[in-house]
């Protein structure tokens, strides 16, 4: 019982944040318009928090993800417009995008490898991994942006209403919470997690399984910079900056433990639907950007400080 | 001048009279007393788990006694806190030191007392290295309190826990292993400081599983078994023969009658297996036969198990399962080709604590279940429920969390694992270390139907009653090598710990 108040938590802000605004603001916030609206905001960031999720769980974290963000963007565009000039063909755009996303599984599987092979800790390899990609990102094209005008169709593109990148973020929900659930790789990821030692003495292979963690991170990192690309029609070096705050927000808003063993991707939707929805209702209300980052920065810690309160009173129980 | 003793005051530095202690329904400690004369070195004995680390932990105040007082210099004492205990002269030197490695010797001897320095919040080094040097020199020890504790061997940090103790106005210092992670030189020289303590007139309680050491410096001694102290008394009249038949005295038999089962061909071979632990060990084990090791701590009894099952590489030599010379690489493979190992240490090696009791079980096993990319999660269920029942586990469902479930339930976690994974050759480490009597003998019966069912055990253990009661042959180890062979109804617990303890050329 005490067990589904916990799970249930995160949930349950969230329905309570829809409440209130609903109740507050019932003709601009309670539209389809406006729920399709935060859903295809929160697609990037909810995309990538879904792969800090696993890295998560697993124990670890990945700080690279906003710098990532902006390298797979830039290698995609760069690939766009060196082939196909100011006016690329879908063929072309789609190798930008198999470019871009490699570019996220390449920067994944660097930073696992960081962690595994040379026995860093993954603070401060991904932190290693965050300045370096930046500065890739950077130097490509001189700190210019690119701009792929025709690169619509993910940032714009609807199918039966639906937006695409609304669309992806579902697919790759389902997929995440399907592979941490129902195969022996999740099962994995939670038992390196918990007690990495003893993933290790029951035959995890754990470095392997560290570096996929990794490489999936990264290439859901590259899938969320081919939408956000696709979104302003451009390539910023400077995209994602302090992304990965936000996103290990989400996960942790979750019910995720930074120690790892513990969080779910429901939990992690809810978080980031949850930061979405507070940003949005803020701006309906009139709330300033600068104090909406009191409000977020208050619900952080309210959220843990409840996740962990719980937990102790149902670990006195037991 | 006129001395005038108190009535009540005895040559005793400390007593503790008619101790009994309980953790639920298991009595760890039953009306022992303890007398420790004043300045002398009094030996405290016993096997693992006869109680002596819970009559020591009340002596630190970490546990309070369930019946039974604890009387200092004619005081009754009553310690709620380990700061109690040596607020009243007693300090405690644990097998695991709690240095700080990066501090110097003499940081580390006066950490949270330092003096003070000429500004607030400093303190004054050179006062502290003065008098390092002067409490060391006192007592005849030879070390520099500048140096780091990072790089010092393992005795001399026992010397510089024993400074820190002293500096603390410790009178009474109970030492608990001290000699278990040295080498010759090093026991040498823990020895030495003892006896230098001794003759300055510290009062030590020394806990070792080493006799020779122990008849070497004891002027008395206090034997445990099973909660009790049998004995207790100046150890001039006692041979160390005599302390080991006082210390393993019961039978095990008594309630675990081992079965007589056909023995099949042979299983694993080791053939000169070494690695940076043990060194060039030979055996051979055959299907039904349970073989026992037999060990001090230290002796690298789990190191063997760690090379033979993938966690640690070897150097040298081969091992064979079924006639196959067999490369183990990683633990994977130990599984695979049927090896299960059990660890010695279920919380931080074994389980995941946080993770469902039913996860815990199928971990290894998964690939064995035909789970090998996807799972099916009501078949693992199923099959953590049907395992739990033949292992008799208590638990509230396959969801329960491993965290949730007693020790000896958290065993019978990591022995399904081998069930289920059908492991025909399985290798417990410890595997009844801090279960109840009830699960260990769930444990016994378990061993005994797996080998009446053609499979093959190799236990490590440091319970002597428990490898006589059920195993067929015992391999004794002394510092990383294998020194006898011994067919378990040849021999007697005597010989073994003789063997396992006492080394040619000393004592």
Known sequence: MKKLVRELLPFGSLVLVIAILSLWQPDSFLTLD??????????????????????????????????LLALCGMCAAGTMIRLGGEEPTVGIMAMGTAVGLLAGAVGGMVSGALITKLKLQPFIATLGAMSLYRGIALVMYDGQPINVSSYRYLGEGALLGIPISVILFLAVIAT?????????????????????????????????????IYTLGGLLTGLGAMIAMSRTVSAQPTAGVGAELDVIAAVVIGGASLSGGRGTVTGTIVGTLL???????????????????????????????????????????? | MALCPRVESSQFALEMLGISKSFGPIKALENVTLRVQQGTVHA?????GAGKSTLMKILAGV???????????????????PSDSLAAGVAMIYQELSLAPDLTIAENVWLGIEPRGPLPGTYSKSRILADTRALAERHGFDVDPNQKVENLPSSTCQIVEVLKAIARNAEILVMDEPTSSCGEHGVAVILEMVKKLSRGGTTIIYISHRLEEVVEIARDITVLRDGRAVHTGPINDLKIPDIVTLMVGRNLSDYFPKKKVEVGSTALNVS?????????????????????????????????????????????????????????????????????YVTEDRKRTGLCLDLPAAWNMTLPCLTELGMKHILNLGRENEIAEETAKKLSLKWSGPGALASALS???????????????????WVLDEPTRGVDIAAKIDIYELIGRMVADGKAVLIISSDLPELFGITDRILVMRRGRLVADLVTSETNPEAVMQLAAVDKGRT
Not at chain 2, 44 to 48: A, M, Q, S, T, Y
Not at chain 2, 63 to 75: C, D, E, L, S
Not at chain 2, 300 to 311: D, K
């Open chain 1, 34 to 67: 406006n729920f399709l609206n935060v859903l295809r905001r929160s697609s990037v960031y909810g995309i990538v928090a879904v792969g800090m999720t696993f890295i998560i769980i697993s124990g670890g974290i990945d700080l690279s993800v906003g710098s």
């Open chain 1, 176 to 212: 995440a919470g399907a592979i941490l659930q129902f195969t022996r790789f999740g099962r994995h990821i939670y038992a390196i997690g918990s007690n990495v030692e003893a993933a290790h003495h029951a035959g995890v292979r754990v470095d392997r399984s560290l570096i996929g």
């Open chain 1, 275 to 318: 930061i979405s929805f507070l940003h949005n209702g803020c701006t309906l209300v009139g709330i300033s950007t600068n104090a909406q980052l009191i409000v977020i920065g208050v619900v952080i810690v309210l959220a843990v400080a409840m996740d962990q309160f719980t937990r102790r009173k149902a670990g006195d129980a037991a």
């Open chain 2, 44 to 48: 405290l004995v016993g096997e693992n």
């Open chain 2, 63 to 81: 546990h309070q006694p369930g019946a039974g007082t604890i009387v200092r210099n004619g005081n009754t004492c009553a310690w709620k806190d």
């Open chain 2, 272 to 340: 000169e297996l070494s690695s940076q632990t043990v060194e060039n060990i030979s055996f051979d084990l055959r299907w039904g036969e349970i073989v026992g090791v037999a060990g001090l701590v230290g002796a690298g009894r789990t190191e063997l198990a760690r090379v033979l099952c993938g966690l640690d590489p070897s150097i040298h030599g081969s091992v064979a399962i079924d006639g196959r010379i067999t490369k183990i690489a990683k633990p994977a493979d130990a599984i695979s080709s049927g090896v299960m």
């Open chain 2, 407 to 425: 020790g000896g339930n958290q065993q019978k976690l990591l022995l399904g694992r081998a069930i289920i994974a059908q492991s025909r050759l």
